[in-house]
């Protein structure tokens, strides 16, 4: 046997065993393991919360962060950050309520177009990713730092939502069948199987942004440029592309959530979303990813969301002050990170004392032959 089908058979080894370490396990599972316990103790401390009418309304409230934070995933793990979510989906409810209530205004001829609910959407999801593509190209081309680029978007997209209305809100949004745009309220108030359309959409989210992140080229590329984006662009992979499309991607995620929550309140308000990017972000954390860049999952964010959402419901049901979850909230936030970085220095020496172990196998063989 040659030696490096010796070396090829140790490194494999050397990587089951580092994967089969009870530590590594519990570390990498902590997320789900973290659920699991919150579940099972707001199970025995609100008796609501197991209720067919709370697990809907907790998953209703869970698909929104979720949204949010799959595109913030693919934004992370090209080693980005994106704080403009929070206000570009109120700056997506803006855009929806004005096309609903007032049209799309042409002052130079006087007239004012309605259009339809598709297109109103249609156009909505355009105004999101188009704000993703500015996020993109302010880092890309400028060279801006993406905490900068987004934060100065997170206020122009805030002015943009108050200055469509001056400040106000645009209510009733049920349209008219005279000029053919009803039926906004049912992408929040509508069910299919008894689910609100929220859940589904979530699910249909989860289901393509999980394919995209781990079996297509695109997905290996976000990786590959949150990994080591120098060793990216040697092997050919368009960095600047890649990070453009990751901030179109959560651009177009936040205007999906706007649009959600305008229609289950059947109104828009500029102020919607405010702070949801602290969420998207922390959802995105706990799943297990790197702020860095090049390590998390879709499915790592999902488990986060339902943490958070979980948390918050059972907060709620057994009657803790606001002030109190908020807190909590930052704890659970701020021990996922520790965890993470635990996780990280156990993975470090598990990998040193394994290469070292190699070693003194390598020389052993030697001495022997």
């Known amino acids: 046997m040659s030696h ?5 058979r140790q490194d494999k080894a050397a990587k089951q065993s580092l994967g089969r370490d009870p530590r590594m396990m519990v570390l990498r599972l902590r997320t789900l393991i973290a659920l699991f316990i919150l579940v099972v103790i707001f199970a025995f401390t609100a008796p609501a919360f197991l209720t067919t009418g709370n697990i809907i309304i907790l998953v209703k409230q869970v698909a929104l962060n979720a949204i949010l934070g799959i595109g913030m995933t693919f934004v992370i793990l090209t080693g980005g950050i994106d704080l403009s979510v929070g206000s ?13 209530t007032e049209g799309l205004i042409l002052p ?6 309605f259009f339809n609910i598709p297109l109103v959407i249609a156009f909505t999801l355009i105004v999101g990713m188009v704000v993703g593509l500015l996020n993109g190209l302010i880092i890309t081309k400028l060279n801006v730092t993406p905490f900068i680029a987004t934060l100065g978007m997170l206020y122009m997209a805030r002015s943009a939502a108050l200055l469509r209305s001056n400040g106000a809100t645009f209510p009733n949004l ?5 000029l053919g745009n009803t039926g906004f309220p049912a992408i929040g108030a509508g069910t299919l199987m008894g689910l609100p359309w929220a859940i589904w959409i979530m699910v249909v989210f989860i289901f393509i942004a999980s394919f995209v992140a781990a079996r297509t080229p695109f997905g290996r590329q976000v990786y590959a440029v949150g990994g080591n984006e120098r060793a990216a662009e040697l092997s050919g992979v368009r960095v600047n592309r890649v990070k453009i499309l990751a901030y179109m991607i959560s651009g177009f995620c936040a205007a999906v959530v706007g649009l959600i929550i305008t229609s289950q309140l059947v109104a828009a308000h500029p102020a919607t979303g405010n702070s949801y990017e602290l969420n998207a972000i922390a959802v995105v954390v706990l799943g297990g990813a790197s702020l860095s860049g090049g390590r998390g999952s879709i499915l790592g964010t999902i488990i ?9 419901n059972g907060m709620v049901l057994i009657g803790l002050s606001e002030f109190v979850q908020t807190g909590i909230t930052g704890f659970v936030i701020v021990a996922a990170v520790v ?7 156990l993975q470090r020496q598990l990998a040193l004392q394994q290469a070292t172990a190699q070693v003194l ?5 030697k001495e022997v032959a």
Do not use: E, K, P, Y
């Not at 490096?4 to 090829?8: C, K, L, P, T």
């Not at 986060?304 to 918050?312: E, P, W």
């Open 4 to 8: 490096a089908s010796i070396s090829m």
């Open 88 to 100: 570009i989906v109120g700056l997506a409810g803006m855009i929806a309520g004005g096309l609903i």
């Open 108 to 113: 130079m001829f006087g007239v004012s177009i």
């Open 174 to 178: 049920v349209g008219s069948d005279l």
């Open 304 to 312: 986060g969301a339902f943490v958070i959402g979980v948390l918050n």
């Open 339 to 345: 965890l993470d970085q635990s996780q990280q220095r």
């Open 361 to 365: 196998d390598t020389q052993q063989g």
